[in-house]
DNA sequence: GAAGATTGTTCCATATCATGGAACGACTCC
DNA sequence: GGAGTCGTTCCATGATATGGAACAATCTTC
């Protein structure tokens, strides 16, 4: 593929940088660190502050601006599952006190959708809309488990994380074929030290009656705290908060069409 | 402001389009409503897919990618602000069963920069990222009353949305200085009719000692509900929980810095 | 099932438009 | 007060975006 649209592509760069950055940054530093002339960044930022993707504080330097707030949550709302997931997601979260998280598969990745962050002083804050790799997390096993044609294991990489990682593609095999039978998968410190998931699929009849994998509902919380709450109990439960899911979403087209037709503020 | 980047300027373009369409739409159907060549349009969707701002569908159609949600929410959780709201927005939406939002000043207007919807059938679901109307609004009333110099009265629109909309200054003028004794404002029916807001502004100290006007934190519903919940009551229980927001802000920055460096999963 | 319309995509000559070096004034820091 | 920043503006150059035309592939329609 090759290169097209220079100035759009450097836009989009821009902003991404600006979205690495945790504190605004000025022209020159941008510059400095996208390998490009100041000039060339400055117009590019100005064209992005005139139409409210870019803003500049009090010191002129540049961040994200609200616009782009008003795109993003646009396109994760679009997303019929977010909506009806929200609801179960806080439930979950408050019951147990752990961070609930809503992924799906986006192209070739899985992406996080929504979240519902637990109330400990240690938990896990996921980003939304970051990728989160296969072959390490609960919901990578689970697309691997419940939608092989669009994820197949031949082809996932493995990457070495930590320590507890799987790489030997026997053994992912083996994960996944459990996750399928269980009705929900585990991940043990397998991409982040301390960091335990227990996720379960949330399937979708399609018209031609196929069941689909659309999300999967992740519960994350420290390993030590997992292992309290008891994996295969936990796992249950989210499995069945999925299901909740799920019925949610079966309803008919005509009345989610009702629900989706609120009044504005 | 000339015309530059006019590249990058029909992207963005493309993107609020394909935002504010509710369904994913073909190259041909852009390309008209646009008044671009196809070709143009294209081309452009190609830089963005590239990108993941913009994806396809099954059918090869174009929406909003995943990629812009990341973008947007970053863009949400920089704010300060948002963070520390959320757990007292779920809070108030829960214990009244409707929806609790906050915004806060971008530019010169106000944002709807989070939101905890109510459980209600008839409830009011504002569009995270959307600007509201200041003359017409309760935390416009706000913005008048506690950023004067930002946000001037003489200087505000008048326009018309209902039958109750203030469009006398003098009127408008009146309502601001009674928002600014009581320490919240109320808006019934003004901007939408059936829809009655009650919202208490969020102050911060800066450096400097000077209060500022941060964010105003609203309760919105069905206008014979907020009558039923009884206004002043509402207002000062908002004042108070905008108060439980400032108390959090309040931290001091480490024990703030230390609170936002959690565990990313 | 053929004809016609509409779709998404590719190609390419044209000149528009983005490019980036240089110079600017306003800062801050020694 | 000089040397280093900074953000911004200007402008000649040609690289690059542009959009009409042609393409094959689907959808409609009769």
Redesign the pocket.
Known sequence: ME??????D?AIDLLFHLHAEREAR????IARALA?????V?????ALVRRGLVE?DAG??YEPGARLVALGLGAQERDPVVGVARPVLEEEARALGETVFLTAPRGSAMIVLDKAEGAGFLRAAPRLGEEVPLHATAVGKLAFAFAPERFPIEGAGLERFTERTVRERTTLRAEVERARKQGFAVNRDEWIDGLSVVAAPVMLETPDGEPRFVAALAVAAATQRLRALGPTRLGRRTREAARRIQARLGASPATRRKRAGRRSS
């Open positions: 290169l097209l649209l220079q100035s759009v450097r000025g022209v020159s530093d490009l002339p100041k000039s060339t400055h117009r590019l930022l100005q500049q002129g330097r």
